[in-house]
């Protein structure tokens, strides 16, 4: 929604590092109509929601022989990675190869964060713990740091912890296995030595993606913190969407998150949810969208918010204010609750309101939320319930709603709600946001849209004198087109 590079065919994956106050968004870029990657770029910003585009910065080279010329064949795939700073000084980003049915991690080295150069230094998998090859292959790649020293304050330091996604011994290539997460140590931020994959309970996906694992304090919590791990593959549906395991010790055991295992939700919306330090220390957190113009966009940075409970949701993060162009526009909305003038797709739209949540057992139709106009006239409604969950539907016209399909529902199991809740929905070429209270509820990919949006049920509410909306404002996003 924020940010895609013009300057690549496609991209990918994403990661975040920030220093001295600057944002650099790296990406992995695709080669043109294809799902194989030898290079990443990087984009800067000042306040994490403007950049500055620097393009592809480095391209993988082989490391593991036979190597061939370009372009690679389909047996090499580079792999994303994270970013992190040497014992040297220097920053690293590690990255990986897949070739002939193993895979290694290699890295490289910056001063600036922009201008990168591989080293010789290969990474393999270690024979005592992990899988080293398979005929359909192994994964050894995305290792994400953190010190092993744990502090909410610090983000470099030795030595350091790695984890990242493997194939431990005895899982894979299909169902379910109690291993998934490499896991080792350095001491000067390229050599590692690795370690027992931690233990999963219950069971994970076999090719369980490593997005990011950190230490988080707990509040009433006398043990101080506990790790978080976020992981792409959801055991209970097989699909590619981001959850949440706990453990009280970095070597693990890791449990499944009591609440709000699912962090992000797929629904062929967005992916891989990545951890990383923030202006102050703040624990933030990146991830992709799709659009339908260009596959994968960066989307708005999240604040990681971790409540007394141990429970981990996704949060507003307050960066993202300097999302609203100024000055803000009138809310000007017609008798049936459209918005004047409609949203410029291409730059994008920021809502915000009251809601009053609707009755207990009230139908679809009666809640409070959004109604956007799809390409020939129908709409996809995003509505909240008497319990703040938040559904999509697919409705027969924006005009008059009828006929509601479902499409999917998002409960971040929020508790203490009052009768009235602040909602807050981004909406830029067809990718939309909802965000109840500063909580993230969908990250959603619309049909494509004219970019008319109203108010749901404003006319009937009107009619009866009592809205369940109030107090609205809209800005256009400080985004060029």
């Known amino acids: 929604m924020v940010f895609h590079s013009s300057a690549v065919a496609d991209q990918w994956d994403t990661w975040a590092f920030v220093e001295n106050g600057t944002f650099y968004a790296f990406y992995l870029v695709l080669r043109e109509g294809t799902w194989f990657a030898d290079s990443f770029g990087v984009a800067s910003s000042a306040d994490g929601t403007h950049f500055k585009d620097h393009g592809v910065v480095f391209t993988g080279r082989c490391m593991v022989p036979p190597c061939g010329t370009r372009p690679w064949t389909g047996g090499f795939w580079m792999g994303s990675g994270s970013v992190w700073r040497a014992a040297d000084g220097r920053y690293v980003v590690n990255w990986s190869q897949e070739r002939g049915g193993t895979e290694n991690i290699s890295f490289a080295v910056s001063s600036d964060l922009i201008r990168w150069q591989g080293v010789d230094e290969i990474y393999s998998p270690d024979p005592r713990y992990y899988e080293t090859h398979a005929p359909n292959g192994i994964r050894w790649d995305g290792i994400y740091t953190i010190p092993a020293t744990p502090s909410p304050s610090l983000r470099d330091g030795y030595p350091r912890l790695g984890y990242w996604t493997a194939t431990p011994l005895g899982c894979g290539p299909t169902g379910l296995c109690n291993h998934t997460m490499g896991f080792g140590v350095t001491h000067d931020g390229l050599s590692w030595n690795a370690w027992p994959s931690p233990a999963m309970q219950p069971p994970v996906v076999h090719w369980s993606e490593v997005g990011a694992v950190e230490y988080v304090p707990i509040i009433n919590d006398s043990s101080g913190g506990r790790y978080f791990a976020l992981l792409g593959g959801n055991p209970s ?146 509505a909240l319930d008497s319990s703040a969950r938040c559904v999509v539907a697919n409705v027969s016209s924006a005009g008059a709603p009828a006929r509601p399909a479902i499409e999917h529902t998002w409960d971040r199991e929020l508790s203490g709600l009052g009768a009235a809740v602040a909602v807050r929905l981004l909406f830029r070429r067809e990718m939309l946001e909802l965000y109840v209270d500063d909580f993230l509820l969908p990250v959603f990919l619309m049909p494509p849209s004219t970019g008319r949006v109203r108010l749901a049920n404003h006319a009937a509410m009107a009619e009866s004198g009592r809205s369940l909306i109030v107090d609205v404002h809209r800005w256009a996003m400080s985004l060029s087109s």
């Open 237 to 382: 549906n097989q699909v590619a969407e981001m959850i949440v395991y706990v453990a009280e010790r970095p070597q693990g055991p890791f449990i499944a998150a009591r609440k709000n295992r699912v962090l992000l939700p797929a629904a062929r919306s967005c992916y891989f949810t990545r951890f990383f330090r923030g202006p102050g220390m703040a624990l933030l957190v990146t991830h992709q969208s799709f659009s339908h113009v260009g596959r994968t966009y960066i989307a708005p940075y999240k604040a990681a918010h971790v409540d007394a409970e141990g429970t981990m949701r996704l949060a507003w993060w307050e960066g993202s204010q300097n999302l609203k162009a100024v000055p803000e526009l009138p809310a000007t909305i017609t008798p049936a609750g459209w918005f004047m003038p409609p949203v410029d797709v291409d730059v994008g739209a920021i809502f915000e309101a009251s809601f009053a949540l609707p009755p207990y057992g009230a139908p679809l139709l009666l809640w409070p939320g959004f109604l956007l106009e799809q390409e020939g006239g129908a709409a996809t409604l995003v």
